[in-house]
C-alpha cells in the first residue's frame, strides 16, 4: 500500500490525471503534499510535495466561469495536467501552500494564435 506524505487533509475529490492516457482517480490536497491516487491501480499515484511545486497553471474560460482543468508545473519533473469535478475548490485548496504570484492563468486559444502569427516571419537563430 502507498503511504501518504500528508499529515492532515484538507480536500478529497474526484479527478482525472492527464499524464499519458487518461486516468481516473482521487486527489487529495493536503499540508505537504498534491497527491493523485487512480482508483482501479493503487500502484498508479502521483505525488508532488509542496516545495517541488513552481506554478500551477489554470485554463480559464468564460471569464472565470469555468476552469476545466489545470496544470502543476514543477521545478525537475515536468508538468502534470488534471481535472476535477470542482475545479475551483481544488485552486482555492491550493493557495495556503502555493504563492499567489505562482497561479497564473494560462493563454486562451486567441492568445496562443496571435502569439503563433506574430512570430511566423521571424526566423530562430540556432546555436552551434
Known sequence: MVQSLNTKIDLTMDATSFVGLAKYGQVLIGDKAFEFYNTKNAQDYIQIPWEEVDYVVASVLFKGKWIPRYAIET???????FASKDTKKVLRAMRPYVAYDHMVQANSFFKV????????GKKKKRSR
Open 113 to 120: 494564435i496571435k502569439r503563433g502569427l506574430l512570430s511566423f
Open 75 to 81: 521545478k525537475k519533473d515536468g508538468t502534470f495536467n
